[in-house]
């Protein structure tokens, strides 16, 4: 086990003794109920050990590479909660000798999404998520963005909100990181996996991909239909002008992805302004709020 934390890019033997300890004191304050049961309101009880694990690996780590850490042990977590479960012994076996996150995840207990969503809002760790997320298969990218907007849809909190727009955001700059090992690692593990997650269903025709299209359009799309769910909890004058701000940011960023704006339909654009003025119109503590569309 020790060997294999000791390949590659994932060298971090000592930081994942620290992060299984955070994941033992949580498997302890939910007993008897097993990890992979941890739901949305649990979190704030249980999530504690996990948060100040990965604090203190940064912390440690504060005069080399914090970023780095965090998102060393990041990866294997998410690739933890992706990991197919062994058909059979020889299944088990092949899985030691040649997939390092099988071997480095079997340090922690088996868990769920609502573990890996919670832990990435608790750190503010949007930018990685987005890292992470925009390295995996374009159909697992779609499914896991899915869970994500289930997950923040549901008994929705401010500080859902808050992640929700930083997510949102990160989106809309995200560049790509072709150079970095860790992605690339985390990209083919996640590849290896692909055949055998059935549970993943191939995305609905309007988000599959074609090949010469911005990767980030599906999943503003989806994120555009999230904001329409949270709408409501979107609360304050800061908040609201984040969302406004996102909204005019996608817009511009849909009409310059466009090759040809005949393809595009009016009513597409029209209906992400009409988003936007009801965002702006439900903010009835806006001192325009009685004035005219125009004036606003």
Known sequence: MFEACSQGPLNICEEM????????????????????????????????????????????????????????????????????????????????????FFSVGNMIPTINHTILFELLKSLEASGLFIQLLMALPTTICHAELERFLE??????SAEDVAFFLDVWWEVMKHKGHPQDPLLSQFSAMAHKYLP???????????????????????????????????QSRI?????????????????????????DPQEVSATVYLDKLATVISVWNSDTQNPYHQQALAEK
């Open 196 to 230: 055998a997650l059935d549970e993943f269903p191939h995305p609905p025709k309007r988000l599959r991909s074609d090949p010469d299209a911005c990767p980030t359009m599906p999943l503003l799309a989806m994120l555009l239909r999230g904001l329409t769910q949270i």
């Open 151 to 156: 997950h923040v849809t549901v008994d929705t």
């Open 17 to 100: 003794t620290i992060l299984h300890g955070g994941f033992l004191l949580a498997e302890q304050l939910f007993h008897p109920k097993a990890l992979a049961e941890l739901t949305k309101s649990d979190w704030e009880r249980v999530g504690r050990p996990i948060v100040e694990a990965l604090r203190e690996i940064s912390s440690a780590a504060a005069h080399s590479q914090p970023f780095a850490w965090k998102k060393k042990a990041l990866i294997i977590i998410w690739a933890k909660v992706l990991q197919p479960h062994p058909v059979t012994p020889s299944d088990t076996e092949t899985r030691w000798q040649e997939d390092l």
């Open 235 to 259: 609360l304050g004058p800061g908040r609201k002008c984040c969302a406004l701000a996102n909204l005019a940011d996608m817009l511009t960023v849909f009409a310059l992805t466009e090759d």
